[in-house]
């Protein structure tokens, strides 16, 4: 079946412009994060969505970045007066559920870069 | 908070020999999981091989294997029988077993094989 999809799959913008960036995870799956991974660096988590629960914000660098979804589908991770240090790989994954008693795998996507200049 | 540390930030291998990958950790949780990740040139994040860490015994997929010490935190991976498409960045991961479930990262080791 399909994959985590992800769009666009660049992204050149210029300093104090928004950017939206999309994520279509696997059909079914209520369980969505998204990463930042910088040049030469691991990733990051930024935020985590789970069926109609509010989300878990903690890993979002600052209140130029937020992230919306809709129900149990798509997902936008939005930035705001893009910076310099905002260039990176965006990534996504989505996983079935999470439950604090099995593994589920997370599927990530091929990712964003985004190149603020 | 819990981090992952992966102290080679490049490893090369000859074609066909084995290579071991070294990643510890720090947490204070006594039940959690542990991953390897491959990611190409492509980007795209491909789990290796994870391990549950209330299980003692070692996780194995074909060529890939963990030497799993609970108590020194230390989670290496080997690659045995090294091919040409193995080369990719290697990225250790730690994950709660409860909670919104993030994974935390190292820092990778980039895995180049000689041909």
């Known amino acids: 079946g399909a994959g985590v999809s992800q769009s666009p799959s660049n992204k050149v913008t210029e300093k104090g412009k928004d950017v939206e960036l999309r994520c279509d995870p696997i059909?079914?799956?209520?369980?969505l994060y998204w990463y930042r991974q910088r040049l030469g660096q691991g990733l990051e988590f930024l935020i985590y969505?789970?069926?109609?629960?509010?989300?878990?914000k903690s890993g979002l660098p600052s209140d130029r970045f937020s992230a919306e979804r809709t129900g149990e589908s798509v997902s936008t991770l939005t930035i705001q007066r893009t910076q310099q240090e905002d260039s990176a790989v965006y990534l996504c994954?989505?996983?079935?559920?999470?439950?604090?008693?099995?593994?589920?795998?997370?599927?990530f996507g091929p990712g964003t870069r985004l190149t603020v200049t | 908070a819990q981090t992952v540390t992966q102290s080679q930030p490049e490893m090369s291998v000859q074609e066909a020999e084995t290579v071991t990958l070294s990643c510890t950790y720090d947490?204070?949780?006594?039940?959690?999981?542990l991953f390897w990740y491959k990611q190409p040139p492509s980007r795209q994040m491909i789990l290796v091989i994870r391990?549950?860490?209330?299980?003692?015994q070692n996780a194995t997929e074909n060529r890939f294997s963990v030497n799993f010490q609970k108590a020194a935190k230390s989670f290496s991976l080997k690659i045995s029988d090294s091919q040409l498409g193995d080369a990719a960045m290697y990225f250790c991961?730690?994950?709660?077993?409860?909670?919104?479930?993030?994974?935390?990262f190292g820092q990778g080791t980039r895995l180049t094989i000689n041909p």
């Open positions: 994954a989505s996983s079935p559920r999470t439950s604090g008693g099995a593994v589920y795998e997370q599927y």
């Open positions: 059909s079914g799956h209520t369980a």
């Open positions: 969505f789970q069926g109609n629960s509010a989300p878990d």
């Open positions: 947490t204070s949780e006594s039940d959690y999981y």
């Open positions: 391990q549950e860490a209330y299980k003692q």
């Open positions: 991961a730690y994950r709660s077993q409860g909670g919104a479930q993030k994974l935390v």
